[in-house]
């Protein structure tokens, strides 16, 4: 019966989208298969078409593409410019300058081997992989939706971010009214002193629009005095944080490779608690309610649970000393395919089917419009 | 409802008060029009009403303001936020949310109203204002009336007693300016919210107005009256009411519909004389200054310009009209070459637009933007003069002389940003002028400009048109194109539906008719100043 619970078109719990993404992600921080990693690209690339919306926020996914492509060149360059040669077979016998001692350890030039390229394309295609997961989850979930489910005593926080992201795209706009302004002066609108030029008016407008923007907030009744005295608030914004940072820590220590995992559960399971205390106490005194949140039902479990799943068969395949998460460059070999993490990165891919379709606005009116504002 | 006993406001640094001095009651359930010059403290006025002014300004007020009951001194803006919405002068300015719905469900959250309150608040909002298609759309890309109307939805929500609104219509065409004050009326008559705004555009406003506050500026009294008092006498009025006072109806006529009513005797004295035909003066160049041919422009894969094909000539003032969003500010952005084609033929001073470079560009045409501000980038006005005349190769000193005889006031040491809308856009003017382009583009000039500014400009364009120069200017301003336009070109979605000489295009249209031409109909007549000049032409003769 799953397919009719997810009939109605509906948002997605953004956090659901997170908390999807980041298990793909830490999936890929546990692996330099090459294979396995281009499957990673290829599932949130998979559920991004097939469920990411029409808004300027859902075109991102391209950027962090693009993104993943720059990051991996820029790691091989950097490996051919600094990096030790190791390997047998030399694609380029370079000279190498040998630096004084006080900078021992930095290597420049020298012989460019297949086995260190591989070495740092392999690295390099991980970080891609990690950014292009956090595109994906910023592509899927709206950012200002994911700021609403922001618990009351974060609240001040989340206004400043959504307020700065809607700046975002305003920049874009006034930068190139400021570069139209300057052709119609007649002055070079492109090279070095034409950005200097225009840097003064377009900070200066955004900062303008900033007051206006906190009068607009400030008549609208932004910052009402609640029943909670300013003195609580803070006693919990700081509780809040506190237990944030404590549940930070214990996720890395789970996550990340080598780090003991006694450290971890505990922590993880410490912070959380503070934050639910936190967040108790602030939401019993809040004056702000909410408009429509996003409820937290079945798709949402199986989103995140997608999520979780494929992040733990990586964790535990590298428990279990399961071979073929590291693909060895020395002496380069052809990755192997190990049927755990194949299993969870199939999980991964369900929320393409298993969240719901969106709720479409008129597509056709949406897009006429958009000539005004790019006028 | 509002009450102001002996308010005076002072801003931090300024020597003399904006405001000296105001009593002033308005009772509940009132249509309030402010009215007064650039820069006459009406905006002040506007924004003490909810205490924006002094708490988030700064400065002194003294005396007392009360609002149902509150006194602004001892209540910032965001204790007033249930009482009182106030909708600014450029909506886009503050939305907080990125979509429709969630701008509208905003004011509720942050003064905590129950989940189901909001719900249903929002809907009925929606229906109210007839936003309903639109709202899941994000806020970037909706049209300048929509953007209007989603505003005031925005704070209506909070279902406030008095809603606040900075120029309302300044920025939209005829159209969507009369649904947003349909909207208006409608809050007024059935849920008998007080809304008081200021407005420079008169004629399309001061036939809703129950009564009119009239700020004069420069510490004169504050004075208010019903709209038919208050428009007796009042410096500034829009055309029914200059045609009403010329022909000496009583009472003055606020409305098209009872200025026709008084206009029989009139129209009989005119008929049978000429209406003024429009020449074209001065010496004339007939080879084009600019030409379309079968342009055709696109944004990815709209159409903004579809086919347009039309010529502008030296010694001509050509007004483009249309909705908004209907391809006018593309039009001029492709003329000076900001746009490239995607099919047909534009050339600027026989030349491909794209082809001219940097300062050649500013010599053979120049293009006042929407918001002339952008130009300005200086932080003093005699700065702004140099580094033109340097942009133009031109004399030192060009420049500033050009705004002496545009707009003497101007002082050297002003910054760009202090100067009112209307000087802005004379300085902006001289700028361009500077490097005197034969073609002159405006869009959208008298947005925000008042009455003398308006009729300071229209003196501008005709002497520059006698002078040789070609202008095409966009506008929603029926009124401006009535008085200066020689020839009206009408875009609707990208193609132009009309082109012809002025009387010939606007007398005909519902939308861009003057109201002079709507009061005469059907005799020919545009504006109160031919109407005066046959009159009394026939008394001396």
Request: glycine share 8%; proline share 7%.
């Amino acid at each position: 019966m799953i397919g009719s619970l997810h009939v109605i078109p509906r948002w997605l719990h953004p956090a659901a989208w997170w908390i999807w993404a980041l298990g793909l992600a830490a999936a890929a921080s546990r692996t330099t298969n090459p294979l396995l990693l281009l499957l990673i690209i290829s599932v949130a690339a998979l559920v991004v078409t097939a469920r990411k919306p029409d808004a300027p926020w859902g075109r991102s996914f391209m950027f962090f593409l693009r993104l993943g492509v720059a990051v991996i060149v820029i790691r091989v360059l950097v490996q051919v410019v600094f990096g030790a040669a190791f390997g047998t077979t030399v694609l380029l016998p370079l000279p190498g300058v040998t630096l004084p001692s006080w900078l021992a350890g930095v290597r420049l030039g020298g012989d460019i081997t297949f086995e260190s390229l591989l070495m740092a394309f392999y690295d390099g295609l991980r970080l891609a992989t990690i950014l292009i997961c956090v595109g994906a989850a910023n592509s899927l979930a709206s950012p200002s939706r994911l700021l609403k489910s922001v618990p009351a005593a974060l609240y001040e926080f989340g206004v400043s971010v959504v307020v700065a992201m809607t700046f975002t795209p305003q920049l874009v706009i006034d930068v190139d009214r400021v570069r139209t302004a300057r052709r119609l002066r007649g002055r070079p609108t492109t090279g070095i002193r034409a950005i200097a030029g225009s840097a003064m008016p377009v900070f200066e407008g955004a900062l303008e629009k900033s007051v206006t923007l906190a009068a607009a907030m400030d008549s609208r009744g932004y910052g009402r005095r609640g029943a909670l005295s300013a003195k609580k608030r803070r006693t919990n914004s700081a509780l809040l944080l506190l237990g944030l940072v404590a549940a930070c820590i214990g996720a890395y220590a789970l996550i990340a490779a080598g780090s003991p995992v006694a450290l971890g559960l505990p922590m993880l399971i410490l912070g959380v608690s503070i934050c639910l205390v936190s967040i108790t106490l602030s939401a019993r005194a809040a004056v702000r309610t909410r408009y429509r949140p996003d409820p937290w039902a079945l798709p949402e479990n199986l989103v995140a649970g997608a999520g979780v799943l494929v992040a733990m068969s990586f964790a535990s395949a590298a428990w279990l000393l399961i071979s073929g998460l590291d693909t060895p460059s020395n002496p380069p070999t052809w990755p192997a395919l190990p049927l755990l993490p194949l299993a969870g990165l199939m999980i991964a891919a369900t929320p393409a089917i298993t969240a719901p379709p969106l709720p479409q606005p008129t597509l056709a009116s949406a897009r006429r419009n958009e000539i005004e504002v790019a006028a | 409802m509002i009450s102001f006993e002996h308010v005076s406001i002072t801003y931090p640094g300024a020597t003399t008060p904006v405001l000296v001095d105001v009593n002033l009651q308005i009772p509940e359930g009132e249509l309030v029009l402010v009215v007064g010059r650039t820069g006459s403290g009406k905006t002040t006025l506007l924004r003490a009403i909810n205490g924006l002014v002094p708490h988030f300004t700064g400065g002194t007020l003294s005396g007392r303001i009360l609002v149902d009951g509150r006194d602004t001194a001892v209540n910032p803006p965001r204790e007033l936020a249930d009482l009182v919405g106030v909708v600014p002068q450029d909506p886009m300015s503050g939305f907080v949310a990125d979509i429709v719905e969630e701008e509208l469900a905003y004011g509720m959250e942050c003064l905590g109203l129950a989940p189901d309150v909001m719900r249903r608040r929002v809907e009925e909002t929606l229906d109210l204002l007839g936003l309903v298609e639109l709202r899941n759309r994000p806020l970037l890309s909706l049209s300048a009336g929509q953007r209007q109307r989603v505003a005031i939805g925005a704070v209506l929500t909070s279902h406030p007693k008095i809603l606040v609104l900075d120029e309302p219509t300044s920025a939209l065409d005829p159209g969507a300016a009369e649904d947003v004050l349909a909207a208006l009326q409608r809050l007024v008559h059935d849920l008998n919210v007080t809304v008081v705004m200021a407005e420079h555009r008169l004629e399309r406003v001061v036939q809703y107005a129950d009564r009119v506050v009239v700020v004069p500026g420069d510490g004169e009294p504050v004075i208010s009256g019903t709209a038919s008092e208050m428009m007796g006498d009042a410096p500034i009025a829009p055309p029914v009411v200059e045609l009403g006072r010329l022909a000496g109806w009583h009472p003055l006529p606020l409305t098209i519909r009872d200025a026709r009513r008084a206009a029989g005797p009139l129209r009989e004295l005119l008929t049978g004389r000429p209406a003024p035909l429009r020449v074209i003066s001065g010496e004339r160049d007939l080879a084009p200054l600019t030409s379309a041919d079968h342009l055709t422009v696109r944004y990815g894969d709209v159409f903004a310009l579809r086919n347009v094909s039309t010529t502008i000539s030296s010694g001509e003032i050509v007004a483009l009209m249309g909705r908004n969003g209907a391809g006018k500010s593309t039009l001029l952005n492709t003329m000076v070459g900001l746009k490239a084609t995607s099919a047909g033929i534009v050339r600027t001073n026989g030349k491909d637009p794209r082809e001219i470079k940097g300062s050649e560009l500013v010599h053979c045409v120049g293009l006042v933007p929407q918001d002339p501000g952008d130009l300005l980038e200086a932080s003093t006005v005699a700065g702004e003069c140099r580094s033109s005349d340097h942009d133009a190769s031109v004399d030192p000193g060009t420049t500033r002389a050009l705004l002496a005889l545009l707009a003497p006031e101007v002082l050297d040491g002003t910054h760009p940003r202090d100067l009112s809308e209307g000087q802005r856009l004379l300085l902006a003017l001289a700028i361009v002028l500077a490097a005197s382009p034969p073609l002159l583009l405006l869009d959208e000039p008298t947005r925000g400009l008042d009455y003398p500014t308006k009729t300071r400009l229209a003196k501008i364009l005709r002497e520059l048109a006698a002078g040789g120069h070609g202008i095409l200017l966009a506008t929603h301003d029926v009124e401006l194109a009535a008085e200066v336009a020689t020839r009206v070109i009408v875009l609707a979605e990208g193609e132009i539906v009309a082109d012809g000489p002025t009387a010939e295009v606007v007398l005909t249209s519902p939308m861009f008719a003057p109201q002079v031409a709507k009061i005469l109909a059907p005799e020919k007549w545009l504006t109160v100043a031919e109407v005066r000049a046959a009159i009394t032409g026939e008394a001396t003769g």
